[in-house]
């Protein structure tokens, strides 16, 4: 019975999760930096939106996770794909997204004479997340065409 449903969620997984990747990051993100005046409290309010976000990014792959053991022969592209994905999301959750936020919660409390090397760090970590989301965009785009592939080869039987 769970074998089923997990091997029914896979797909619309996987799609749900990209979609709202490209919401968070195409539009509630750069919406939030365009409509608050204050550049700090956009930035903080940012790291709140994208700390609640990644908690359902981490669910998403614990489930992407659970997938492997599903008795089903899986490719190394498989495998890797969902790996790296899994890799990258909880590098985010644990280690960028509080750093991030405790950089931009320093820029926020910051009088001007500290301000500007937080703003350089901030821009280095900021870039790196935007290389793993980038990343994560892309492997999970991977395990979509995968599993649509998957679904037409066997329809097609």
Partial sequence: MMTQILKRLWGPLI??????????????APTIFQTVPNRALAG?????LFKKWNLIEM???ILLGLLFFIPKRRSWIHLLASLIT??????????????????????????????????Q???????HYVWLDSGKI???????????????KGSSK
Wanted: charged share 10%; hydrophobic share 60%; with cysteine.
């Fill in 59 to 61: 669910v998403c792959a």
């Fill in 44 to 48: 903080n309010l940012a790291m709140i």
């Fill in 138 to 152: 892309l492997f999970l785009l991977i395990l979509l065409g995968l599993y649509l592939f998957s679904k037409e």
């Fill in 86 to 119: 899994i890799m990258a999301t909880f590098w985010e959750g644990l280690y960028l997204i509080p750093k991030l936020s405790t950089i931009a919660l320093g820029i926020y409390e910051a009088t001007n004479s500290g301000i500007e090397n937080l703003e």
């Fill in 121 to 127: 760090e901030m821009a280095i970590y900021h870039q």
């Fill in 15 to 28: 799609g749900a999760w990209v979609v709202g990747l490209l919401v968070v990051d195409f539009v509630i």
